[in-house]
């Protein structure tokens, strides 16, 4: 049931289905990732429609089942400056729904970076400091 389920929910969410998504996900719902949390199934879809409008495709790297568990590893290719994601997304389940997802990726370019030379000394100051 696990596998059923946590596919349903992932063909759904890139489908840009809401209703499909939602369906899998338990009444007592949490979300997190790098970019946000959320403690609800609405509050977790709400923005699913501008994600699904910039990804071009999804590739599946590993997929693995447990009883009550199940991670699956994939790359989202966007039409956007990131490119193509790596992503690691871990479920809980319990009674045959979704009760939480944690979704993993490296942030680090959808988040802006600051100036090399407000975020060190300049060399020359370490020079003479030490």
């Known amino acids: 049931m696990t596998r059923e389920t946590v596919q349903a929910y992932h063909r759904a969410r890139f489908d840009g289905d809401v209703p499909a ?70 479920f809980r389940l319990r009674d045959g729904k979704i009760e939480s997802i944690t979704l993993i990726f490296d942030a680090t370019r959808r988040h802006p970076v600051p100036a090399a030379a407000t975020a060190r000394p300049d060399a020359r100051d370490v020079e003479t400091a030490g």
Not at 21 to 48: I, V
Not at 61 to 87: F, M, N
């Open 21 to 90: 998504a939602a369906a899998q996900l338990a009444g007592t719902f949490s979300f997190e990732s790098p970019l946000m949390k959320s403690g609800d199934a609405h509050g977790h879809l709400a923005g699913l429609a501008a994600f699904v409008g910039v990804v071009t495709g999804v590739e599946m790297i590993s997929d693995l089942y447990g009883e009550s568990e199940a991670t699956l590893v994939y790359d989202v290719h966007t039409a956007t400056p990131v490119g193509v994601q790596r992503t690691a997304e871990h």
